[in-house]
C-alpha cells in the first residue's frame, strides 16, 4: 500500500507561481508518478508524469513551458513547479503512482486546491 500526502496549494494571483509537494509513504515500489487535477465541473485531467529512477517526463500540452515536475529521491517527493498561472489552472491537484508513466495509476492523493484569482 502506497500513501501519498499532497500539499502547496493556496489561492494565488493570475501570473504567479505555486508549487505542489506530494510525500509518498509505504511500499513505494510505484515506478511513476503523476499530477492531475480536476476543475469545478470539468473531468479530471492529466497534467504530467515522471519516473523515479532516470527523471523522464511527461507534460499536458496546456502546462508546457509553464510547470515542471521533478523528484526528490531522497525524500520520496515529487513536486510540480507552477508558473505563469491563470484562471484556468484553478483545481484540485492530485498526486498519483503508479507503474507506467502513462499510467494505468494504482494510487492517489487527497487532493489540494489550487486557485487563481484573476
Known amino acids: 500500500q502506497v500513501q501519498l500526502v499532497e500539499s502547496g496549494g493556496g489561492l494565488v494571483q493570475a501570473g504567479g507561481s505555486l508549487r505542489l509537494s506530494c510525500a509518498a509513504s509505504g511500499r513505494t515500489s510505484s515506478r511513476y508518478m503523476g499530477w492531475f487535477r480536476r476543475a469545478p465541473g470539468q473531468e479530471r485531467e492529466f497534467v504530467a508524469s515522471?519516473?523515479?529512477?532516470?527523471?523522464?517526463?511527461v507534460y499536458a500540452n496546456s502546462v508546457k513551458g509553464r510547470f515542471t515536475i521533478s523528484r526528490e529521491y531522497a525524500k520520496n517527493t515529487v513536486y510540480l513547479q507552477m508558473n505563469s498561472l491563470n484562471a484556468e489552472d484553478t483545481a484540485v491537484y492530485y498526486c498519483?503512482?503508479?507503474?507506467?508513466?502513462?499510467?494505468?495509476?494504482?494510487?492517489w492523493g487527497q487532493g489540494t486546491q489550487v486557485t487563481v484569482s484573476s
Open positions: 498519483a503512482a503508479g507503474g507506467f508513466i502513462r499510467g494505468p495509476w494504482d494510487y
Open positions: 515522471i519516473s523515479w529512477s532516470g527523471g523522464s517526463t
